[in-house]
């Protein structure tokens, strides 16, 4: 069994993660849960598209597109996770056949250039999210009082 690299599984979460590439790389193909990243983001993406198609007051789109945010955010969480995992607790994972100190565990400055990536970028993508989610239904909430106090309008 081929070792696995930090680094490469790091990167792969961060840049690969809505596609499941960390998984397929950690776990291989018949991963169920790395088939079902790619499936969420593209209903993530597709909301996007109905935004762009229909318009900000597609209530569809409201439910997808946070789906595409979170799984972002999931995905450049785990890249933080797989980044700061003690070397020995990585190799016992995914290298039981090296030793607990061995390179393929080790932190190094690509290791941490994509942990700060993955925490610049899913805290925005987490925020961009939250914002509009709750920009979405607080409009929805006041154009629903509206029309209840102008039932002739």
């Known amino acids: 069994m081929k070792n696995k690299n930090k680094t490469l599984a790091t990167w792969l979460a961060f840049a690969g993660g809505q596609l499941g590439l960390h998984r397929f790389y950690l776990y291989g193909w018949a991963d169920l849960l790395a088939w079902v990243h790619p499936l969420v983001a593209a209903v993530g993406w597709w909301g996007v598209q109905r935004v762009r198609q229909y318009g900000q007051d597609d209530q569809l789109a409201w439910a997808l597109v946070p789906l595409l945010g979170f799984t972002l955010a999931a995905t450049a969480l785990t890249a933080i996770y797989y980044g700061l995992m003690a070397p020995e607790k990585w190799n016992s994972q995914h290298n039981p056949a090296a030793a607990p100190d061995s390179a393929p565990g ?33 409009e929805y909430q006041v154009e629903e009082a509206r029309k209840i106090s102008q039932p002739g309008s």
Do not use: D, E
């Open 106 to 138: 080790k932190t190094n400055w690509l290791t941490m250039a994509a942990i700060v990536c993955a925490l610049l970028f899913g805290t925005i993508a987490l925020m961009s999210s939250i914002v509009f989610s709750f920009q979405r239904y607080f």
